[in-house]
């Protein structure tokens, strides 16, 4: 199967935040009760509610600079969170896709603490982790995710991961030679080789990444092969209420809507 | 649109979105497209990858910054010296390397060599107006400002453009007193990045370049608005800019419809299509024409389009008035209401009159002017002194809730409604989705929407809630009568047996008919003035024809290569994708840039001579023959290419306009500097109306000692004008849930400020509560030796819906532009503090949906 990628292109994105509102639409995600707090980037930063947003970042410095990077999960070609998911609930799918089956999470937040990047975030409503999935629902329709969709300027893009790295080593090129920048293309080889590959112009930190993204040292896996029966059991009794207390809720809900 | 109009002959975006890509230098002025106007950025960002240069001019470095290649600072207030030193640069680098720009253009198609009056004289000679100037009226008197003319009528040339009369050595005097210095001390911006601008944005002069200009309201909502535009317009006209591909003036308009309403006389001066609403002293069909349009140009090589007016009112009238209108009886000139000789009927007008009590009623459709307005706080103020107020919306509006009001900004106390006598009805509207109909872009494509969905509840389109009202009107006069009963009885309304009028029979009335053949028309060409033809609007002559509907067309194929899409929609005039396109060919008709070329002449020719006519490409404006044969001799049957203009060539003198030819630095109402630093007398447009000095009550005007710092107002991309639509939106308001003020480092510094303080701005008007936003997007600016601070707060909020928050308008004054009226949302004077309190009152806890439980 050809391996897909997202590419994030800084330097097209104006921070429109059309992806963002794209990404709740489509998924159906509850606003955040928010606050101006001094930055235009609102919800403040990732959670189970909120699967990708911008990140609004003024660096010190003269000429002034404004950058905007959009901020979801990576979907990695080595990802700490299917190594760490006691249940199975994380897969990766061939095509590069790192998604949660919400059936089978369990809320033992492994992945949460896993991820390098602080990516899952447990929802306390249904007790499991979420994260972006990269529209999995569309894009098996043929559709592109929705942030893509939704972005005017070309920015975020979605294909088979050769090609993205084509469009971000040309943009390199022209970005380079138009700007003076140094671009790096984060994710052509990061952590296995990443499925969301951005193009920043400048070091990683600046754009609030880790430089050299790890995978912790701590994989929680050999736990499973101590006390497996514990764990799965936990897990299964956990996504069991869990998935009963859900319903019960929805219930109440639509009773009290009628 | 008045200061585009005043030069070239329309008042619309020249070009179209798309054609965004073909610029080679992209000047973004007065607007913030990336955050207003997103969907432009499609084509921005897709010229950049061509190698395009954006440039980008802004008091505060906002998301349009972010991408641009060249910054500049410019405080609100620096339009007009930032223009004239960049046509101060061109003109002195043209003499120096005239190979670098388009002489031929300049001389051929442009006012450049017409003689103006010996008597005519600029402000520097009479300390800071031009001639004609009666200050008691503060009006001009503009018989200096006019061409030299022939024995038989036609303006007289030089076009060595040596001339000391000649244009171009007026504008050559007029801007010399703009060096970069004097510049870079009026607007703040740094003088080595002001001479990068000028360098850069230059390069788009060359034959075959191209540069465009984007603006908006950060251009047009001053006191000498439309001389921003006219400052763009000359730029344009010497960068030989205009009518090519990737050039053009690009009002981005903010409403995806403004187009379409202007066009369809939205505005009191306007009847369809751009004609002029006639005043009392036009008493026929006859005297109106010759009035405002006959006889206006005695060059045979002019075009003089604007002739052919009477066609387009007698064919308004047979729309109208149908049968009823007859030779006889003028086509019911009659009927059409007049306006007073010289009063104004624009929004801040209005409402000085409601608040004087000489307006009893109000419809206010898709409108939010408690938000929105100028000087909001006595406009709500007007408000309560109405008898009936109907509002149509999809949304319960400020407006609407006027009666329950906070007494002020950042408080939770409201209004008494007891005390208020006004009557309010709230009629629930239909949304774009819910019903069909076009929208008229800002490209001037008009594209038909299908309905999606049925209305929500009772809610109803606007077409229907207008034809019940007017049905009830007429049904009234049928029964008490009334004066002018005739103008309501006599008008002819049929627009489908059912409840819901039939859209298509309204946009085939705008088209219009053959009445002698009931046929749709083609085009306006075939528009009559002796009653056998009917149109709605003159302008959408061709958008509805026997064919079908032209702007329910999807067709994708671009045979030009340039993006123009000729089948996708429809657009004004007949089709013509970039106007004045004529000026895209040298004289022989060849085009300047080889690379996209908009049209070409492709007749035959032979010995030297064009034998036969063809033109390829766009729908050619103006569709003779070009100027020269391919040999260089003249064509006594060719017209020049501006031919929406008497003298058929693009206007860079315009002496049609209220405060002057060219445009002149003035400073806003408030401003934090004592005189005009221009060095002249006048330190405010001559010829604006000073409401502060007609209506004193509720119209104080700050001074810099007491409000030292200049504030700005602006939209941001979360929210959409008066915020209903979206401050309603979770998914919206969660990521600008609130009003902010955005300030430099060193001005909270010197306040006490700190990022995210609950913050007071003040203005002699009233106070808004909102949140600091410290930044380095902000510096101060150093104007005239001295260090001036700008401030900015966005205009979306108000005291209804899920997101609340102070309306940033409570601080705007009640001041209008001279030939506009728009208002002067984009400069004054305010100070800041630290809020003594520290929240926002009105909402204590700082949740969002606050605003609803008091609903």
């Known amino acids: 199967m050809t391996q897909k990628a997202m590419l994030i292109d800084t330097t097209k994105c104006m921070g429109c935040r059309g992806c963002q509102v794209a990404c709740k639409q489509w998924n159906q995600l509850a606003a955040e009760n928010t606050r101006f707090t001094g930055s235009y980037q609102n919800p403040p930063n990732l959670s189970a509610s909120t699967w990708t947003l911008i990140k609004f970042i003024e660096p010190e410095g003269d000429p002034i600079r404004w950058l905007f990077r959009k901020e979801q999960c990576f979907h990695c070609g080595d990802p700490a969170c299917v190594d760490a998911c006691p249940t199975g609930a994380l897969k990766k799918r061939p095509d590069g896709i790192v998604w949660i089956d919400q059936k089978i999470c369990a809320g033992c937040k492994y992945c949460v603490h896993a991820c390098p990047f602080q990516t899952p975030h447990t929802d306390h409503d249904t007790g499991t982790a979420k994260k972006c999935r990269m529209c999995i629902d569309r894009v098996d329709n043929g559709l592109k995710p929705a942030c893509v969709t939704a972005c005017p300027t070309g920015a975020v893009l979605y294909g088979a991961r050769e090609d993205m790295l084509k469009v971000a080593k040309k943009r390199k090129a022209i970005v380079e030679k138009q700007t003076g920048a140094s671009v790096r293309i984060y994710g052509e080889t990061e952590l296995g080789g990443l499925g969301v590959i951005t193009v920043l112009a400048d070091k990683a930190s600046v754009y609030g990444l880790p430089e050299q993204p790890k995978k912790p040292l701590l994989l929680p896996r050999w736990l499973i092969g101590i006390v497996p029966g514990a764990v799965i059991l936990y897990g299964m009794f956990k996504n069991f209420t869990g998935v009963r207390e859900k319903a019960e809720k929805e219930e109440k809900a639509k009773e009290g809507q009628s | ?855």
């Open chain 2, 1 to 855: 649109m008045a200061s585009l109009a005043a030069t070239f002959g329309r008042g619309a975006m020249t070009n179209h979105w798309i054609d965004i890509r073909n610029a080679d230098r992209i000047l973004i002025i007065g607007s913030n497209a990336a955050e207003n106007h997103p969907m432009s950025f499609k084509w921005v960002t897709e010229a950049i990858d061509r190698g395009g240069i954006l440039i980008n001019v802004d008091p505060r470095f906002t998301r349009t910054s972010s991408k641009a290649h060249l910054y500049a600072p410019m405080r609100s207030g620096g339009d007009i010296p930032f223009i004239l030193g960049m046509i101060k640069y061109i003109i002195d680098d043209m003499e120096a390397n005239p190979d670098n720009y388009n002489m031929e253009y300049i001389r051929e198609y442009t006012t450049a060599s017409f003689l103006i009056n010996p008597n005519f004289k600029l402000p520097e000679e009479l300390d800071g107006v031009f001639s004609g100037y009666d200050p008691n009226k503060r009006k001009y008197d503009k018989s200096t400002w006019q061409y030299q003319k022939d024995g038989a009528g036609i303006p007289k040339k030089d076009k060595s453009l040596k001339n000391p009369n000649c244009v171009f050595q007026i504008l050559k005097k007029h801007v010399s007193r703009y060096d970069p210095k004097t510049v870079s001390s009026i607007t703040g911006t740094p003088e080595d990045i002001y001479a990068k601008v000028c360098k850069s944005y230059a390069e788009s002069g060359a034959v075959g370049k191209a540069g465009t200009i984007m603006y908006a309201m950060g251009t047009t909502q001053h006191t000498y608005g439309t001389q921003n535009i006219r400052g763009y317009a000359i730029l344009q006209l010497l960068l030989a800019n205009m009518g090519i591909a990737g050039g053009g003036i690009n009002a981005l308009r903010g409403e995806s419809n403004v187009q379409g309403s202007t066009d369809m006389c939205l505005l009191f001066h306007i009847l369809p299509g751009y004609l002029k609403t006639p005043d009392q002293k036009d008493t026929s069909t006859d005297s109106y024409s010759k009035r405002y349009y006959e006889g206006k140009n005695k060059d045979p090589k002019s075009a003089d389009w604007w002739g052919n007016a009477r066609k387009y009112l007698v064919s308004l009238l047979k729309a109208w008035y149908g049968a009823k209108a007859t030779k006889e009886n003028d086509f019911c000139f009659g009927y059409l209401p007049k306006r007073d000789v010289g009063k104004n009927y624009s929004h801040i007008s209005l409402f000085e009159a409601m608040y004087d009590g000489d307006i009893k009623g109000m419809f206010c459709m898709g409108q939010n002017p408690a938000v929105g307005g100028p000087n909001c706080g006595k406009e709500r103020k007007a408000l309560e002194r109405l008898d009936w107020l109907v509002c149509v919306d999809i949304w319960n509006t400020e407006t609407a809730n006027f009666w329950r009001r906070p007494v002020a900004n950042d408080t939770a106390e409201r209004v008494d409604p007891k005390k208020i006598k006004t009557e309010v009805f709230l009629l629930p509207a239909a949304s774009s989705v819910e019903k069909e109909g076009s929208i008229t872009n800002s490209g001037r494509w008009q594209q038909w929407r299908y309905q999606a969905v049925h209305p929500v509840e009772k809610s109803k389109s606007d077409l229907w809630i207008l034809n019940e009202l007017f049905k009830a009107v007429r049904g009234l006069y049928k029964q008490e009568g009334g004066p002018v009963a005739g103008a309501i009885l006599d008008m002819a309304w049929d627009y489908g047996p059912y409840d819901e009028p039939d859209v298509h029979k309204v946009a085939k009335e705008i088209n219009g008919y053959d009445l002698k053949t009931g046929k749709l028309l083609p085009s306006f060409g075939k528009l009559q003035t002796d009653g056998s033809t009917s149109s709605g609007n003159w302008l959408y002559c061709a958008s509805y024809t026997e064919a079908g509907n032209m702007a329910a067309r999807r067709g994708r194929s671009d045979p030009t290569g340039i993006g123009l899409y000729p089948e996708w929609s429809w657009c004004w005039p007949v089709n013509r994708r970039i106007i004045y396109n004529r000026a895209s060919v040298n004289l022989k008709g060849v085009p300047w840039d080889a690379e996209h070329p908009v049209i070409a002449f492709k007749g035959a020719a032979t010995g030297g001579k064009y034998t036969s006519k063809k033109w390829v490409g766009d729908v050619p404006d103006g569709g003779w023959y070009p100027l020269q044969n391919p040999d260089g001799s003249w064509r006594s049957d060719a017209k020049y290419p501006f031919i929406m203009k008497p003298e058929g060539h693009a206007r860079i003198f315009a002496m049609g306009r209220a405060d002057g030819p060219l445009p002149e630095h003035y400073e806003p109402l408030e401003t934090p500097l004592k005189k005009n630093p221009i060095g002249h007398g006048m330190i405010l447009n001559p010829a604006v109306v000073c409401w502060d000095k007609t209506k004193p009550e509720e119209n104080p005007v700050g001074t810099a000692d007491k409000y030292p710092i200049i504030c700005t107002t602006y939209r941001v991309t979360e929210h959409w004008q008066a915020g209903m639509m979206t401050r309603n939106l979770p998914w919206l308001t969660e990521m600008m849930p609130a009003p902010f003020v955005e300030m430099s480092k060193e001005l909270a510094k010197e306040k006490g400020i700190k990022n995210g303080d609950r913050v007071h701005v003040k203005t002699a008007r009233g106070l808004m509560g909102a949140w600091a936003c410290v930044t380095s997007r902000f510096k101060p600016f150093k104007l005239v030796g001295k260090v001036v601070h700008q401030v900015g707060v966005p205009w979306h909020w108000g005291y209804e819906g899920h997101s609340c928050g102070c309306s940033a308008n409570i601080l705007t004054p009640h001041i209008g532009d001279a030939n506009t009226m728009i208002p002067e949302f984009k400069a004054f004077l305010c100070d800041i503090e630290k809020s003594p309190y520290g929240i926002d009152r009105a909402n204590p806890s700082g949740e969002l949906g606050h605003g609803e439980e008091v609903a």
